[in-house]
């Protein structure tokens, strides 16, 4: 199901799946919480892993493809890991005209991670966006709340030294 994307391993806690259990509980039998669900086990995990989609589907008997399905389809879910500094790279037009193309290859090189993904220490994890608003910086990048405008490849090593 998963392609090889994720790079850090699922680590579930106890806690964590009792809290899953009580939703799940809680939701058996629904039709119309497929949604819930996956919006609550994302908020317990952090994103959704198929171990976690695996467990959904065999305790409510919701089609494990249905779950994802539904998780594809709507981008406030990731079926991978998000680092604890989540770096982001605007390729609005903008950006992209500006070089934001180029600091989005040299991140995917400089991290060892593809776009989606997060670093095998859980430290970062690299996406790219549409738009930040910030235009007349371009081009733009975000780590967590932090914008960086005005970027240059020359730069990413000392930005993400900030970081380490």
Same mark, same amino acid.
Not at 7 to 36: C, W
Not at 54 to 79: M, N, R
Not at 84 to 106: E, H, P, R
């Given at each position: 199901?998963?392609?090889?994307?994720?790079? $850090?391993?699922?680590? #579930?806690?106890?806690?964590?799946?009792?809290?899953?259990?009580? =939703?799940? /509980?809680?939701?058996? #039998?629904?039709?119309?919480?497929?949604?819930?669900?996956?919006?609550?086990? @994302?908020? &317990?995990? *952090?994103?959704? !892993? +198929?171990?976690?989609?695996?467990?959904? /589907?065999?305790?409510?008997?919701?089609?494990?493809?249905?779950?994802? %399905?539904?998780?594809?389809?709507?981008?406030?879910?990731?079926?991978? !890991?998000?680092?604890?500094?989540? &770096? /982001?790279?605007?390729?609005?037009?903008?950006?992209?005209?500006?070089?934001? %193309?180029? &600091?989005?290859?040299?991140?995917? +090189?400089?991290? *060892?991670?593809? %776009? *989606?993904?997060?670093? !095998?220490?859980?430290?970062?994890?690299?996406?790219?966006?549409?738009? =930040? #608003?910030?235009?007349?910086?371009? !081009? $733009?990048?975000?780590?967590?709340?932090? $914008?960086? #405008?005005?970027?240059? $490849?020359? @730069?990413?090593?000392?930005?993400?030294?900030?970081?380490?």
């Amino acid at each position: 199901m998963a392609e090889k994307k994720q790079k $850090v391993p699922f680590n #579930g806690t106890k806690e964590q799946e009792e809290k899953l259990m009580k =939703v799940i /509980s809680g939701l058996k #039998g629904r039709t119309d919480a497929t949604m819930t669900l996956l919006q609550e086990a @994302q908020d &317990i995990y *952090g994103y959704l !892993p +198929e171990e976690v989609l695996k467990k959904i /589907s065999d305790e409510t008997l919701i089609p494990l493809e249905k779950l994802y %399905g539904v998780a594809t389809f709507y981008s406030q879910f990731s079926l991978y !890991p998000k680092g604890k500094y989540q &770096i /982001s790279v605007c390729l609005g037009t903008a950006c992209y005209v500006k070089g934001s %193309g180029d &600091i989005y290859n040299a991140l995917m +090189e400089k991290l *060892g991670i593809e %776009g *989606g993904e997060c670093t !095998p220490d859980g430290k970062f994890s690299l996406d790219a966006c549409r738009c =930040v #608003g910030a235009c007349g910086l371009a !081009p $733009v990048m975000m780590i967590n709340d932090e $914008v960086y #405008g005005r970027l240059t $490849v020359d @730069q990413l090593d000392g930005i993400l030294a900030k970081y380490e």
